[in-house]
Each structure stands twice: as C-alpha cells, then as structure tokens.
C-alpha cells in the first residue's frame, strides 16, 4: 500500500469517526428535546388542575371540555382521559370551535407519541 492510499484509508476512517459523532449528538440534541417538550406539556397540564382544584383561576369546564375533544384525539389516549370517542372522519362532525383569542397559546393535536 502507498503513502497516498495508507493516507486516504486514514482520512476515511477520520470520516466515519467524524459521522459517528455527528449522528450521536443529533440523537443527544432530539432526546434533550423531546424531554423539554415532555416537561413543558406535564407543567402546564399540572398547573390547569392546580388551577382548577384552587378554584381561584379556574378553567371553564366547556372550555377544558372543547379543548381536550379538539385536540386529544388519539383514541387510547381519549378512553385512559374519559372521553367519548372521535367521531368519525367521513361523518361530518367537528369539535366545537374555541374562543376567539384561542387562549393566547398556539395549539396543535395531540399525537399517541406526545402523551405520556
């Protein structure tokens, strides 16, 4: 083997070493994430109940109700929260609409992989 091919092989090595690292920091970088995400979501949930068994900044009972029929609507996670069932896609029925100022949060529906 030449100097020139012992050096390339070494290069390729230093470049599957290099990629290696690489993927193990974006996998670091997305679990960290992920746990953010999951922190955040447990936090404002436990502050709706704390809210709501103080009773002092209390959450309306339809709102809550809305809420959780628009956007929990992964069927597993409706029966583990007591909810009815989503009503079929083809048949025509939407959640209620939210209030106008959506409650000053930006809300999206809840996958089965963001609950706990």
Not at 12 to 31: G, N, P, T, V, Y
Not at 81 to 86: E, I, S, T
Not at 87 to 103: E, I
Request: net charge neutral; charged share 35%.
């Amino acid at each position: 083997m030449t100097k020139a091919e012992e050096k390339l092989q070494k290069l390729e090595l230093k470049r599957k070493e290099l990629e290696a690292r690489i993927q193990r920091e974006k996998a670091r970088l997305s679990s960290a994430a992920r746990k953010a995400d999951t922190r955040r979501k447990v936090l404002v949930g436990a502050a709706i109940i704390a809210a709501n068994t103080a009773g002092d900044h209390r959450v309306p009972d339809e709102l809550l109700a809305q809420i959780l029929d628009a956007y929990i609507t992964d069927p597993k996670t409706r029966i583990f929260l007591g909810l009815d069932a989503p009503a079929s896609d083809d048949s025509g029925d939407t959640p209620a609409p939210l209030p106008a100022d959506g409650g000053g949060q930006e809300m999206r529906p809840v996958a089965a992989e963001d609950t706990i």
